[in-house]
């Protein structure tokens, strides 16, 4: 589905990944770790299409297509996903409203009509329940004021919407609690299955103890130095990143 | 004077207009070195040879006009025609209200003593009103008698149809809401063809004790049309008045909007919802007397200015040694989208009272990229993102808004002028 062959990016001339190779298939959760500043999230915002990134070298295929010069809502529609580490306050404009547009743009670019709006507001009950959302918060403004955790849990609810092949949870589990943690964890394995796939960022093991990922890769310093399965993640959770960071400079 | 002859000598109005005429005489059009005008010339838009009293009478079929309505709730229409009064498309009243002509209400004696109390009486003696004192023929006229809430919205709606090369109109509305009344009124300027129209109109409002005026101003005319609203409101205590002012089309567009408060607990609102882009031009100039104690002012003014338009905004707010207790808000944001675009902003505070609660507040920026991002990674397209940017940036506005079929338009407005086909929240 994704793969990512020797991908160098930077930022204003300062390099930042350094060489990212990566396969990712249908059906698949892989967890990116890594000590902060290894360039974990630049990974993802580089996936999503955001233009501060400059790609320098390399390239994204998405099955089997590059996607390097796609705009981002060009990837949305070719079903990427990008679960923000701080989602964007955008006051006047409703959670609702804001997914109805979404979802409408995205069926327009694949040549289909507006959803009905029964059809919207059936799976906005039914996604919202599921992720136990409250009614009232869809009309708020869309993440103005939302708590640390409600931010969260509404990146999960916007995934359920759009339900794309390729979902990044970019550090999802920073800011909940053990509740909203499980939600958010149950609410994503619902979405699993064979014709999707899972990136999960995080520095900490507890996500994946409800998301269990398939494969486990390292990050330091703009290149992934290890990949493993998820007992990798546990020697990461006991041990720390000294040893991979000697390792690497071994 | 030549023009003499075209007005009616025996008006009970004569002596004002004579007085006008010396007025413009001695100051004429303003120029930029007049320091409300820093920012606005009227030079560009004053070498056309406008024609003042245009002489034929034209006639529009309504289904070729009807979508400058609000068409879909029953309202009172009060509409002309290149100046001229139009009785197939209007719908006045005097059932218990009078809402018909400026030019009946001026000749006819029964209107004599309201004429007497309130024509020019709060309209000031600059240049531009004293232009259209002296010399304008027509426009509504809006009394409702005390204790009265009119049932349907009244819309002023002046059309001009090119038939003349240059048009330069000069309406005049006089509106005097008794106590403990209500009214609701819509005015719009529409031109019907390219060809350049001015358009010089003064609108004076007296709202009595404790009465409501809701006022809009949809302001959406091609751009070859200039329009000067000079607007005045009187307001006496508890009486509540509020304008909302939405300007997306237009040459150059001034707005001088200015309340005076005579009493207690009086509220004046002003909004303004500004969208404009090409070498379009809107300035609002705005100012609140605040005379007596325990009164409030709210401003909210919002600009969105792309390619090479530009804005000004002036709110003045004068608080004299007496209005003890005043709360008067101001807010004037700004969003530059093109490179060339430009805003000048500039809030102006006179307060010689000393208990008072006066803020304000201007910020000039650009759409928030994060925000950008964020919405095109969901699929967005940028175009429809920057659209409901720029619509929820300017939402606080329109959420005060009575009518919802008033509502609805400008929304539809806003998404045409964005050039994009989505719903925004209502």
């Known amino acids: 589905m994704l793969k990512i062959i020797d991908l160098h990016a930077s930022v204003e001339d300062k390099a930042i990944l350094k060489g990212i190779n990566l396969e990712i298939n249908a059906g698949e959760v892989h967890a990116i770790m890594g000590p902060n500043g290894s360039g974990k999230s630049t990974l993802a915002s580089v996936i999503a299409g955001k233009e501060d990134y400059e790609v320098t070298q390399g390239d994204i295929l998405f099955e089997e297509e590059s996607i390097n010069e796609l705009a981002p809502e060009e990837r949305a529609h070719k079903g990427v996903f990008l679960s923000f580490q701080y989602p964007t306050e955008i006051p006047g404009v409703s959670v609702t409203n804001f997914m109805k547009t979404a979802i409408n743009e995205t069926r327009k670019a694949r040549g289909l009509g507006d959803m009905p709006a029964n059809e919207m507001l059936k799976m906005i009950r039914e996604k919202s329940e599921m ?27 916007q995934l359920a919407m759009l339900e794309p092949k390729l979902a990044i949870l970019d550090e999802t589990d920073s800011g909940l609690d053990i509740d909203a943690l499980r939600i958010v964890a ?38 992934i130095v290890k990949s493993g399965g998820k007992e990798l993640a546990h020697e990461l959770e006991e041990k720390g990143y000294d040893w991979i960071k000697d390792e690497v400079n071994a | 004077m030549a023009f003499e002859n075209l007005v009616d000598v025996d008006s009970p109005v004569h002596d004002v207009r004579s007085e006008a005429i010396k007025e413009f005489e001695t100051q004429g059009f303003p120029s930029r070195r007049d320091e409300a005008w820093k920012y606005t010339s009227l030079n560009s838009i004053l070498k056309h040879d406008y024609s003042v009293f245009p002489k034929s009478e034209n006639h529009i079929d309504y289904n070729d006009i009807k979508k400058y309505f609000i068409h879909d709730i029953d309202t009172y229409k009060i509409v002309f025609i290149d100046g001229k009064y139009s009785s197939h498309l209007s719908e006045t009243t005097h059932d218990g209200v009078d809402i018909c002509l400026m030019s009946s209400a001026l000749s006819k004696p029964k209107y004599r003593p309201v004429i007497e109390n309130y024509f020019n009486k709060v309209a000031t003696k600059d240049g531009l009103t004293s232009l259209n004192t002296a010399f304008s023929q027509e426009g509504a006229y809006i009394h409702i008698p005390k204790n009265k809430s009119v049932a349907k919205p009244i819309q002023i709606v002046h059309f001009s149809t090119g ?48 009465a409501i005026v809701d006022y809009y101003k949809i302001q959406n005319d091609n751009e070859n049309a200039s329009l000067i609203d000079s607007t005045f409101i009187n307001q006496k205590q508890e009486s509540c008045a509020t304008v909302h002012t939405f300007s997306f089309g237009g040459k150059l567009t001034r707005n001088n909007l200015s309340f005076y408060q005579h009493g207690e607990r009086i509220d004046s609102t002003l909004k303004g919802t500004t969208i404009i882009g090409n070498k379009q031009h809107v300035d609002h100039n705005t100012l609140v007397h605040h005379i007596e104690p325990n009164c409030e002012s709210h401003q909210d003014y919002k600009g969105i200015f792309d390619d090479n338009a530009t804005g000004v905004f002036n709110g003045k707010v004068l608080v004299d040694r007496l209005a003890q207790k005043t709360n008067a808000f101001q807010a004037n944001n700004n969003i530059l989208i093109g490179d060339k675009a430009s805003i000048n902003t500039k809030p102006q505070l006179e307060i010689f009272a000393d208990d008072v609660k006066c803020s304000h507040g201007c910020t000039i920026g650009q759409l928030d990229e994060s925000a950008m991002f964020y919405m095109r990674s969901r699929g967005i397209p940028e175009k429809e993102a920057k659209a409901l940017l720029m619509y929820a940036f300017s939402n606080n506005v329109l959420s005060s808004v009575k009518i919802p079929e008033i509502k609805q338009r400008i929304t539809n407005i806003i998404a045409k002028k964005l050039g994009v086909n989505i719903g925004f929240d209502l």
């Open chain 1, 131 to 157: 992720l136990e959302i409250d009614r009232k918060f869809l009309s708020r403004s869309l993440n103005e004021g939302f708590s640390g955790g409600e931010k969260k849990r509404n990146e999960i609810f």
């Open chain 1, 186 to 223: 149950s609410g994503v394995n619902k979405l699993r299955s064979d014709e999707n796939a899972v990136i999960i960022i995080t520095h900490y093991q507890r996500l994946l103890d409800h998301i269990v990922p398939d494969f486990v890769h390292v990050m330091f310093e703009g290149r």
């Open chain 2, 163 to 210: 038939n003349e090369a240059a048009l330069m109109l000069q309406p005049r509305n006089l509106i005097v809401v008794d106590e403990n009344s209500h009214v609701q009124i819509i005015e719009r300027h529409q031109s019907l063809t390219e060809n350049p129209v001015l358009t010089n109109t003064v609108t004076e409002i007296f709202a009595d004790k404790r």
